[in-house]
């Protein structure tokens, strides 16, 4: 199947000017626009854009033909759900100088999410994990990535206007003031009380027009964070991509298992990464402004209202492989997190957890 | 007490039918209707039924209804209730509750009245349950969750002021429970999500009189639901918002609300102990890094709930998560007691490394170290590397500190050689290079030092802060000042954003100070100015700053205000060399009464810090004044020798 993407693949020379430098990450120069986003596009040109995508898509894929559009479903649903669709973009994506900066399907993915159409934002977001599993794998690879760093960029530019720049924070309730689902003896505390117990979830942004090394992890990170706000919406082939994108992060094996027939499948999907050896050269520092956005995302294929068996293997042999790698860092903070997303993950499949509490009791004297 | 019965429902199918059914003192055996079900003769069914227990046409559907539901008929019962008019049956109900509730007159009739009406109630909504469960077993989602939504509603309408707590018929009070347990759980699996979102607060925010088990299955599913559905749920409505009380504002905050009611409900005795509960709120804390909270929390909870080991354990990493590693350390030399679980290998390498990041500490890490790479067999055998790694920052650090030359290089070549064997089984990870490249850089053998900080910088990508600085010490130690400012800036950004560095410990207080220092040396007293304000915003009362300061003050001419910063610092931090340092060096340019006084603290730093260049220069240079001229020659030849491998900063101020 990669033959196909061959032919797009041969019009993009290598570039080796823009070659990542670790010291003096640089992009290309689309990503200056980045900032400018205008958020609310007439609906009217809202087919007119998912249109014009699909044109551009397919003059990039070799198979996909512009006559999808005459489907009577929504051709940006269709570009979100179709598995041919995604099986190619995977695949051009996957071969080894994708992330240069004159790459066409990045270039793609680029125009596609800027054109605000939000619809079409989710089908570049559903080929994130990739980009971002791939981008931060091969950055000590020292190949070609400005164009994987334009789509970053513009998916931080874009979290960063709708967040305006702010930072979420928590505020971990005192149970001994009352709140909407319990009472205390305490008289309710002025809400503009100083001793809220505040933390923040993510700091606050500020733009970024390049990708500055040391803020890369920050950068994918927020870049996850909208992938987590519209997760529910994401077929379950991009979570499974993202799941495999942990393990090679990770640079561990789920080596925390009881059985080991993870493993085994483990192996297996080594098998379409072919040239690239991920386990060994896949792994990234693992900085906690990466790691929560990630184990979020695990914690919702794991126990998220969606109960899919492949998504679910996926997902704990990722989460295997990230408390194994917590453990190699001895970070107690990566180990509480995977540990506790595991330990619930072995409960959710245990049957005496399971029981239905709404069923009726069942007993031989039915009485009126 | 539903969950223990409902488990033997699969049996009843093998059995030959034994059942019966009970109607006004009447009992009567069921396998006669239900051959009539099996011929598909409905009517029949019920006409026997109505003649066997002189039932109306409702009450024998009802009947039918649940008979063939627990025959496992989903299908066939849903026929039967198809025949009832619920709808008709509902409205019925309503006023004769409506009118009962305000008066209070004729009691006795009325309560026997009421009783009879919640008995009619409890007939109907019991069939609409049952049909929505029916429905459910079908596949027929979005259906069940419009049914099961019908009897909240009815529920609803027929009381007005909320289930009553007393006289309420236990029957009827089951079936609210369960169907307010059932319907969030319908919009669940029928993938309508903000559905679910309200039907779970409805359930939570209304009246329904819920016993504590089912209020908490609940509460749980809801925490569970808020955490990991990815949708959104927003602030719940103004209606449920009492004055005053705390109000989540999203997802996060809701459920750890919860998860922390449910908590104290253990505590009280409510309900009984669930230890998802404690994972759910163990993983949302840790999300929001408010490990501190979870380590109350699992302070108060009763001993006997679990292993005081495990306890031990999980609050040693809450602490250590959040920078408390003495507190850590504590629990960690409980559960790691001979009598405890000596062997646990998390806890020994969290130990190791606690203590291989403190100098004092470093000797009793080695123990643990070395019990760890004993104990990495087996399934662990993969942590072996990191148990070697962490002998090797241990007798590192433990080498700082060491009296003797003799004993500090053989610690050093063994920290070496540690590290060097972790890299054989570590291959992939980048941070024992760092680790690497600062044991070579404390040795003062700086051009392989440079090697393994580039070759960090390049596995890393150069993401990692840690990274650069210690490269920019490096640089600056072989006097490539310039170069070394370029690579600060670079890494930092320009001087308004360093409040963006964050995280990687590296903390902002950090940046500012090295920068101060880096001008100090540099001669640039106005940036240093700029920057050690800064620094002394984030921290006022710190040695470093206030040593820093005095550099500047010094600098700038002005010896006696500094000599008061140098005093200042060491009343903060008794401990802290350099100022030992230019308090020997301040006192040495006076009159000769105050050398002794000099003598003695210069060789008090250099006990403690034996590398440094300036504390053997101001050392010879007493020496020197004092006629002592061999003894002064000495020094100047360990300075002169140091002083080709001094940074701006000590190099473990990295770490």
Redesign the interface.
């Known amino acids: 199947m990669s033959e196909d993407g061959s032919s797009s693949e041969e019009t993009n020379t290598p570039t080796t000017s823009v070659s990542q430098d670790t010291s003096t990450a640089e992009t290309t120069a689309i990503t200056t626009s980045a900032f400018n986003i205008h958020p609310e596009t007439p609906s009217s040109s809202s087919s007119f854009n998912t249109h014009l995508a699909i044109q551009s898509l397919s003059s990039i894929l070799t198979t996909v033909s512009p006559s999808l559009l005459s489907q009577d479903q929504d051709p940006a649903f269709y570009l979100l759900h179709n598995p041919d669709i995604s099986s190619q973009v995977s695949s051009l994506l996957r071969l080894p100088d994708s992330g240069a900066g004159d790459n066409n399907l990045c270039r793609w993915f680029y125009d596609t999410f800027q054109s605000s159409e939000p619809q079409l934002q989710l089908v570049v977001l559903r080929f994130l994990p990739i980009i971002a599993g791939l981008y931060l794998s091969r950055v000590a690879l020292k190949k070609p990535l400005a164009g994987f760093e334009a789509v970053l960029l513009a998916i931080y530019a874009h979290e960063t206007t709708s967040r305006a720049g702010q930072a979420v924070t928590v505020n971990v309730p005192d149970l001994s003031y009352p709140s909407i689902y319990h009472e205390s003896k305490r008289p309710p505390k002025d809400n503009d009380a100083a001793d809220l117990n505040l933390a923040v979830i993510s700091p606050s942004l500020e733009p970024h027009g390049t990708v500055r090394s040391t803020r890369r992890a920050r950068i994918v990170g927020v870049a996850l964070e909208l992938y987590y706000s519209k997760i529910y919406l994401m077929p379950v082939g991009s979570k499974i991509d993202f799941c495999e994108f942990c393990k090679v992060w990770s640079g561990q094996e789920g080596h925390e298992l009881q059985d080991d027939e993870d493993n085994v499948e483990f192996q297996d999907n080594q098998g379409n990464a072919d040239k690239e050896s991920v386990i060994t050269e896949g792994r990234i520092a693992l900085p906690w402004e990466l790691l929560q956005p990630v184990s979020r995302i695990l914690g919702h294929c794991l126990l998220g209202p969606t109960r899919d068996e492949e998504l679910i293997g996926s997902a704990s042999a990722a989460c295997r492989s990230l408390y194994s790698r917590s453990l190699h860092d001895i970070n107690p903070h990566a180990i509480l997190a995977t540990r506790s997303l595991l330990r619930l993950s072995k409960m959710a499949l245990d049957p005496k957890n399971n029981v239905d509490h709404t069923e009726i009791p069942m007993s031989d004297v039915i009485s009126l | ?3 223990s ?5 699969i049996e ?1 199918e093998d059995q030959t039918p ?7 003192g009447v009992c009567m055996k ?1 396998s006669e209707v239900e051959a009539k079900l099996d011929e598909g003769n409905i009517q029949e069914a019920e006409s026997s039924l109505r003649e066997g ?1 002189s ?1 109306n046409f409702e ?1 024998a559907r ?2 039918l209804g ?2 063939e ?2 025959r496992g008929n989903v299908e066939a019962a849903l026929h039967v209730f198809d025949g009832i008019d619920l709808p008709a049956a509902i409205q019925r109900l309503q006023p004769s509750f409506s009118e009962k509730q305000p008066s209070r007159k004729g009691r006795s009739r009325g309560d026997s009245q009421h009783a009879v009406s919640q008995h009619a109630a409890s ?1 109907v909504l019991e069939a609409i ?2 049909k929505a ?1 029916s429905l459910q077993k079908l596949g027929r989602l979005n259906d069940a969750a419009h049914e099961c939504k019908r009897v909240l509603d009815a529920v609803e309408k027929i009381f007005h002021q909320g289930i009553p707590d007393v006289q309420v018929d236990n029957r009827l009070q089951d079936t609210v429970c ?1 169907a307010v ?2 319907l969030p ?1 319908l919009w ?2 029928a ?1 309508c ?1 903000h559905e ?1 979102m309200s039907a779970y607060r409805r359930a ?2 209304s009246q329904w009189n819920l016993g504590d088990d ?1 209020c908490s ?1 609940i ?1 749980k599913a809801f925490a ?2 808020l ?6 749920a927003g602030p ?1 409505s103004l209606a ?11 997802n ?2 809701e459920a ?3 998860l ?2 449910l908590v ?1 409900k253990f505590y009280l005795g409510k309900i009984v102990w669930d ?2 509960i404690l ?2 709120l ?2 949302a ?7 501190s ?2 380590a109350k929390e699992l302070e108060e909870i009763m001993p006997g709930v679990f292993h005081r080991v495990d306890r031990w354990n ?1 609050l ?3 602490y ?2 959040v920078g408390q590693n003495k507190a ?1 350390l504590n629990l960690l030399r409980k559960s790691l007691h001979k009598h405890e679980q000596p062997d646990d290998l ?1 806890a020994l ?2 130990a190791a ?1 606690i203590c291989s990041e403190d100098s004092h500490l470093a000797a009793e890490g080695v123990g643990y170290a070395q019990r760890a790479i004993s104990n990495a067999q087996g ?2 055998e ?2 072996k ?2 148990a070697i790694r ?1 002998l090797g920052l241990c007798s590192g650090k433990q080498a700082t500190i060491s009296p003797s030359d003799f004993e500090r290089s053989r610690l050093q070549s063994e920290a070496l050689k540690s590290l060097d064997a972790a890299m054989s089984l ?6 024992l290079l760092f680790e690497l490249g600062m044991l070579y850089a404390e040795q003062r053998n700086l051009n392989t030092a440079l090697r393994y900080a580039k070759r960090f ?9 840690k990274g ?1 600085r210690l490269l920019a010490l490096i640089l600056s130690a072989q006097h490539r000042f310039s170069e070394a400012e370029v690579l600060k800036r ?2 930092f ?1 320009p001087l308004r ?1 360093v409040s ?5 410990g590296v903390n902002e207080y950090e940046v500012w100070h090295g920068l101060a220092d880096l001008y100090s040396r540099l001669s640039h007293w106005k940036d240093m100015e700029v920057c050690l304000g800064k620094a002394k915003e984030l921290k006022p009362y710190s040695a470093e700053v206030l040593y820093t300061e005095g550099v500047m003050l010094q600098g700038r001419g002005q010896a006696e205000e500094a000599m008061s910063a140098y005093i200042t610092a060491l009343l903060v931090d008794p401990s802290f060399v350099p100022c030992k340092i230019l308090i020997g060096a301040l006192l040495s340019k006076r009159d000769s009464n105050a050398l002794p006084v000099a003598r003695s603290i210069l060789s008090d730093a250099l006990k403690m810090e034996p590398t440094s260049r300036m504390a053997w220069y101001y050392l010879g240079i007493i020496h020197r004044v004092d006629g002592r001229i061999a003894d002064a020659a000495d020094c100047f030849q360990a300075a002169s020798m140091l002083e080709e491998f001094d940074p701006i900063e000590n190099f473990s101020s990295i770490l």
């Open positions: 007490m539903l969950g019965q409902s488990s033997d429902s009843y034994s059942r019966e059914v009970w109607a006004n069921t227990l039932l009450e009802a009947l649940r008979l539901y627990q007939l349950y049952l469960k369960q347990e059932l759980e669940k699996q993938g999500y679910a939570l925010l089912n299955r509460q569970v639901f955490m990991h559905s990815g949708v959104e719940p449920a918002q009492v004055d005053g009380s705390y109000v989540p504002k999203h996060l905050e750890i609300l919860l922390m009611i104290r230890p998802s994972e759910h163990t993983f804390l840790s999300l929001c890094g408010q490990t909270v979870l999980t040693a990493l809450c250590s998560t850590a998390t390498l969290l490394k399934r662990n993969h942590l590397g990191v962490m570590e291959k992939n990870n980048p941070d910088i390049d596995a890393t990508g150069g993401s990692l802060l650069w670079k890494s950004g954003s963006q560095v964050g995280g990687d």
